[in-house]
């Protein structure tokens, strides 16, 4: 049975990966994603395991020193990681885990595990990624400012990704996501490894 391989998906805040994922994810039990951890209290209707894993502050503390996670970070007094547990787990199933997750923990990753795949996700332009921003009605004015000025430079290190998809529609984005994927299991290792069973 192959192993799966570990993907990255980054991109600024408006240019749809969640829904992009949502339609990736449809149909599929080969894929896994995977679900991060938080010391933050659960919301109304967030359940344990499927939205977060909702882990108490000093037992996150003692995963650090454990090296348990694949990225942590701390924002607005809470912790968030990866476990790698479930990736691992996840991955000697033969699912692909998919990573939804900003550029800093995906530097952290692929220092870990350069193996690691990175697929950028863009707008097709400033004007699109400015009319979605606006569209969903949560941001004033001047946060989807602020919001355009931190997906500029986002996109400037976009160039360290593996690949780069535009988001220009869902079914456009869906399927070069899967073309990248299925290219990615067909790197002569992997394949030399299943013919000769090593």
């Known amino acids: 049975m192959k192993k799966g391989k570990t993907f990255i998906i980054s991109g600024p805040s408006g240019v749809g990966k969640s829904t992009v994922l949502r339609a990736l994810f449809e149909g599929r039990d080969d894929l896994y994603f995977s679900v991060s951890a938080t010391t933050r209290a659960a919301r109304e209707g967030e359940v344990d395991g499927r939205d977060y894993h909702f882990i108490a502050a000093d037992r996150f503390r003692a995963m650090i020193e454990e090296e348990a996670f694949l990225e942590y970070a701390e924002y607005v007094g809470n912790f968030y990681g990866t476990p ?9 199933a033969g699912r692909d885990v998919i990573l939804d997750i900003e550029i800093q923990g995906a530097t952290q990753v692929c220092a870990k595990r350069p193996e690691t795949v990175r697929i950028f996700i863009a707008p097709p332009s400033w004007e699109e990624l400015e009319r979605r921003l ?50 990615e299991h067909c790197k002569p290792a992997e394949r030399m490894n299943r013919i000769l069973k090593k």
Do not use: H
Not at 84 to 92: Q, R, S, W
Not at 157 to 181: C, G, H, P, S
């Open 134 to 183: 606006t569209a969903r009605g949560t941001d004033t004015p001047e946060k989807v400012q602020k919001r355009l000025l931190r997906a500029k430079v986002e996109m400037e290190t976009a160039y360290d990704y593996d690949y780069f998809v535009i988001n220009d529609t869902v079914e456009n984005a869906v399927k070069e996501l899967r073309a990248i994927m299925c290219a």
């Open 84 to 92: 790698k547990k479930y990736v691992d787990e996840a991955m000697e």
